[in-house]
C-alpha cells in the first residue's frame, strides 16, 4: 500500500528559501505528483504538479528524482503569507487509481 | 474561476442523527470527493464519484454513504452520526479523470457530533 512521509513541521525567515520533501512508494508510474497549500479556514489549494525531473511555476518549484520515490517542493524566498500546510498528492500504483494526501507539513514563517 | 460551495461551514449533531453534507460545484466537472481531515492525520478520502449516479469507496468508507443524482451535487451522509465523526470534512471537485489530481476544495464544514 502507498504511504507518505512528510515533515510534520517545519520553521523558516521570510525571504529564506524553503524545501519541502515528501517520500512516497508504491506510486503509479504514469500519474502526476501534486502539491497543495491550504491556510486556515480554507480548503486546500492546487500549487504545483510534476511527473519527473523538475517543474516550476510562479509560485513554487518542484523536483522529482528519477525513480520518483520523493518528490520536494521548494518555495523561493518565503514571506509571512507562506505560513500554511503543504500536502502532497500522489496516485496508488495499481488499476485502483486512488488518490493518497499526504499528512501535511505546517510551515511557520517567522520574520 | 471553480466553486465549490459547501452548504454549512459549522453543524452541531446529537449521537444517532443521520446528517446530510451538500456540496455544489458551478464548473461542469465530472469527478467529486469527499475526505475529512483530522490533527496529524491529513486528508482522507472517503467517497468519490467519476459521473452521475456512480460511486467509489475511499480509504474510510465506514459510517458514510453518498449520493450523486445529478452532476454538480454530490453529498455525504452519515447514517447514524457517532462523536468519532467529529471532524472537518471537505469537498472537492476536478474536471475529468485525467485531471483528477488538480482538485479544487469548498471550504469545509465543521461538523461536531455530540
Known amino acids: 500500500l502507498a504511504k507518505t512521509t512528510q515533515p510534520i513541521s517545519m520553521d523558516s525567515y521570510e525571504g529564506q528559501e524553503v524545501n519541502i520533501t515528501c517520500s512516497h512508494n508504491n506510486i503509479a508510474t504514469n500519474d502526476y505528483i501534486t502539491w497543495y497549500q491550504q491556510f486556515p479556514s480554507q480548503g486546500p489549494r492546487f500549487i504545483i504538479q510534476g511527473y519527473k525531473t523538475k517543474v516550476t511555476n510562479e509560485v513554487a518549484s518542484l523536483f522529482i528524482p528519477a525513480d520518483r520515490k520523493s518528490s520536494t517542493l521548494s518555495l523561493p524566498r518565503v514571506s509571512l503569507s507562506d505560513t500554511a500546510v503543504y500536502y502532497c498528492?500522489?496516485?496508488?500504483?495499481?488499476?485502483?487509481?486512488?488518490?493518497?494526501f499526504g499528512q501535511g507539513t505546517t510551515l511557520q514563517v517567522k520574520p | 474561476d471553480v466553486k465549490v460551495t459547501q452548504s454549512s461551514r459549522y453543524l452541531v449533531k446529537r449521537t444517532g442523527e443521520k446528517v446530510f453534507l451538500e456540496c455544489v460545484q458551478d464548473m461542469d466537472h465530472e469527478n467529486m470527493f469527499w475526505y475529512r481531515q483530522d490533527p496529524g492525520l491529513g486528508l482522507r478520502l472517503i467517497y468519490f464519484?467519476?459521473?452521475?449516479?456512480?460511486?467509489e469507496k475511499g480509504d474510510i468508507p465506514e459510517g458514510y454513504s453518498v449520493s450523486r443524482e445529478k452532476k454538480e451535487r454530490f453529498s455525504l451522509i452519515l447514517e447514524s452520526a457517532s462523536t468519532n465523526q467529529t471532524s472537518m470534512y471537505l469537498c472537492?471537485?476536478?474536471?475529468?479523470?485525467?485531471?483528477?489530481?488538480?482538485?479544487?476544495f469548498g471550504a469545509g464544514t465543521r461538523l461536531s457530533v455530540l
Open positions: 472537492a471537485s476536478s474536471a475529468n479523470r485525467e485531471a483528477k489530481n488538480i482538485q479544487y
Open positions: 464519484s467519476y459521473d452521475v449516479k456512480m460511486k
Open positions: 498528492l500522489v496516485v496508488l500504483l495499481g488499476n485502483t487509481g486512488k488518490l493518497i
